[in-house]
T-cell receptor, first 114, second 115 residues
Framework: GGIITQTPKFLIGQEGQKLTLKCQQN?????MYWYRQDSGKGLRLIYY???????QKGDLSEGYDASREKKSSFSLTVTSAQKNEMAVFLC?????????????FGEGTRLSVL | DAKTTQPDSMESTEGETVHLPCSHA???????IYWYRQVPLQGPEYVTH???QNTTNSMAFLAIASDRKSSTLILPHVSLRDAAVYHC????????????????FGQGTVLSVIP
């Protein structure tokens, strides 16, 4: 079966640092997503991509960059980590365009900023 | 903004059947209702989805009101493993020429299961 792999699982950064999170999927899915989840809150969409080299802003794109280098991978960059920031970043993928398959999620990258 | 409304928390006892409500009064005709659940330290797990008809699978039964303004996820004979945050979300159906890929999550319902 397929899998969505997020690396790293845990990320500790310094204030002001640029941090990159990676996501790989082997489902051959078209669309990939990056969500942010803060403690006790719902998921908020940062960026998504419907195909290779495509990029669509979500509701929380400010302070982030993303890159869909190839169909199977989608990376997210925190452009300047904020002091005491703690959140979980979740990657998801889905096969769309006529096949309304439910998006599947990775296990997340847990970010802590010192 | 989230387009669904769910209770913040619910409690159940092992073996009971749980009814998790979700209100989506402004749902559009081309929006599917999706349910996910999430346990600590893991990403959301797909449970079920539907458009208009009730659906059932090995995990749950989804009852959709005839006017589609609300739905209920029914978990039969819950166990401790069913304790999780349950998210009810709407997703626009996609066509070959377009559509909205976004999922909008609310805070979900925290389901606690007592032994």
């Amino acid at each position: 079966g397929g899998i969505i792999t997020q690396t790293p699982k845990f990320l500790i950064g310094q204030e002001g640092q640029k941090l990159t999170l990676k996501c790989q999927q082997n489902f051959n899915h078209d669309t990939m997503y990056w969500y942010r989840q803060d403690s006790g809150k719902g998921l908020r969409l940062i960026y998504y991509s419907i195909t290779e080299n495509d990029l669509q802003k979500g509701d929380l794109s400010e302070g982030y960059d993303a890159s869909r280098e190839k169909k199977s991978s989608f990376s997210l960059t925190v452009t300047s980590a904020q002091k005491n920031e703690m959140a979980v970043f979740l990657c998801a993928s889905s096969q769309d365009r006529g096949c309304n398959q439910a998006p599947l999620f990775g296990e997340g990258t847990r970010l802590s900023v010192l | 903004d989230a387009k669904t409304t769910q209770p913040d928390s619910m409690e159940s006892t092992e073996g009971e059947t749980v009814h998790l409500p979700c209100s989506h009064a402004t749902i559009s005709g081309n929006e599917y209702i999706y349910w996910y659940r999430q346990v600590p330290l893991q990403g959301p797990e797909y449970v079920t989805h539907g458009l208009q008809q009730n659906t059932t699978n090995s995990m749950a039964f989804l009852a959709i009101a005839s006017d589609r303004k609300s739905s209920t996820l029914i978990l039969p004979h819950v166990s401790l493993r069913d304790a999780a945050v349950y998210h009810c979300i709407l997703r626009v159906a996609l066509t070959a020429t377009g559509g909205n890929n976004k999922l909008t999550f609310g805070q979900g319902t925290v389901l606690s299961v007592i032994p």
